[in-house]
């Protein structure tokens, strides 16, 4: 690993040896001593965006860490954020439907949110579209179409077994990098919870749209499951 696929953890005001603690498709994430060091995609903007939904969270029950401001006061250096570290076993699938009833709460705090900067989602995914064969687009965009009668506001965006830590405070709800203003359904569908089948398949279009560029492999199975059940097009 070379000096510039690691954070500089003196831009925090921090000391310590970098510990990997994993690297997936998306992000690499580090420890170091009590914080969490992640890459990030995400502007200014868009970390700062993150301020009222993760307050929206905390209000409805669950602990969520803080971004750490850099010493120049930024939320981002070269790439990379900082956050408390918090210890405590990952939730089950059944922790993670035990839930719902504090994702409602937290979707009925910032139901007004505006879209997160540069932020895509369900209700805008033409970007995304754009990037694979155009029947494949096709069909992912008739899968999409129902979002814009669908409940919005502001959510999640990653609900998993991975992103939930259940601390002795609490249930801990991390990694807010999906974050936006997009269908509520698609963070209910997360939870287990069965949905409609045109939620259904919504979801799994817009998973579709999300990892064809970094998980293609993933992209492709995920398409022909959906075109198994919302019509036929060719998946190279």
Known sequence: MSAGDAPDPG???LQGALQPLGQGARNTVFRCGAHVLKSTGHGEAALRWLARPQAAARAAGFLVPALLPTRSGRLAHRGWTAEPYLPGPLASAADL?????????????CRDLPQRPGAPSALSAGRLLH?????????LERCLAPVAGMAAGAIHGDLNAGNVILTA????LIDWDEARRDALCLDHLALGQPGTPAQQRAALAWEIACCWRP????AR?????????AGRAPIP
């Open 11 to 13: 831009a925090w005001g």
């Open 97 to 109: 439907a035990s839930l719902a009833p504090l994702i409602r709460a937290f979707h009925s705090r």
């Open 131 to 139: 990037q694979m064969p155009q029947p494949l687009a096709a069909c």
């Open 169 to 172: 405070d609490g249930p801990a």
């Open 215 to 218: 998980e293609p492999a993933r």
């Open 221 to 229: 199975r995920l398409a022909r499951r959906l075109i198994r059940s």
